[in-house]
């Protein structure tokens, strides 16, 4: 099975306020960025919307290596999202989730592949992370230039 690293991160200027996200797949020579933007928003939509996008546009079952500095989106995947599921997409609080919708996607684009997920501190140096955070806010520029 092939392995592909991908790298992604969201954020908004204002919480809620203009988004955006960027993604960032590599598969040996190959290398894809993506990135958008969405009006109204929040950093942790953004940060979802990252890792669907990176996982929505792979074509086949793949091994796939994820850093994301959002300990949101790697908690609510690793530790959170089975028992939400066994709950109905409620809480252990009894509360219904937030972005449910942007979850059920996300865990429709993993169930192809295997995934490993890593995290790093954001605005640490790492080329990855620093790569994603700029095809952000890059989409946040090109939003904000449009109006």
Same mark, same amino acid.
């Given at each position: 099975?092939?392995?592909?690293?991908?790298?992604?991160?969201?954020?908004?200027?204002?919480?809620?306020?203009?988004?955006?996200?960027?993604?960032?797949?590599?598969?040996?020579?190959?290398?894809?960025?993506?990135?958008?933007?969405?009006?109204?928003?929040?950093?942790?939509?953004?940060?979802?919307?990252?890792?669907? +996008?990176?996982?929505?546009?792979?074509?086949?079952? &793949?091994?796939?290596?994820? =850093?994301?500095? &959002?300990?949101?989106?790697?908690?609510?995947?690793?530790?959170?999202?089975?028992?939400?599921?066994?709950?109905?997409?409620?809480?252990?609080?009894? +509360?219904?989730?937030?972005?449910?919708?942007?979850?059920?996607?996300?865990?429709?684009?993993?169930?192809?592949? =295997?995934?490993?997920?890593?995290?790093?501190?954001?605005?640490?140096?790492?080329?990855?992370?620093?790569?994603?955070?700029?095809?952000?806010?890059?989409?946040?520029?090109?939003?904000?230039?449009?109006?």
């Amino acid at each position: 099975m092939r392995v592909v690293k991908m790298y992604t991160d969201g954020g908004c200027r204002g919480n809620p306020g203009p988004g955006g996200w960027g993604a960032l797949l590599q598969y040996g020579e190959f290398r894809k960025e993506l990135k958008g933007h969405q009006a109204d928003t929040t950093n942790n939509q953004m940060e979802l919307m990252a890792a669907i +996008q990176g996982f929505e546009i792979l074509n086949r079952s &793949s091994y796939v290596h994820i =850093t994301t500095d &959002s300990q949101y989106v790697k908690n609510g995947v690793t530790k959170w999202m089975s028992g939400w599921k066994q709950k109905g997409w409620k809480t252990a609080a009894n +509360q219904p989730v937030k972005n449910k919708e942007l979850w059920m996607r996300l865990d429709a684009a993993l169930k192809p592949h =295997t995934v490993e997920w890593f995290w790093v501190k954001g605005q640490s140096g790492h080329p990855g992370n620093e790569r994603v955070d700029e095809l952000a806010n890059l989409a946040i520029d090109e939003l904000l230039a449009k109006r």
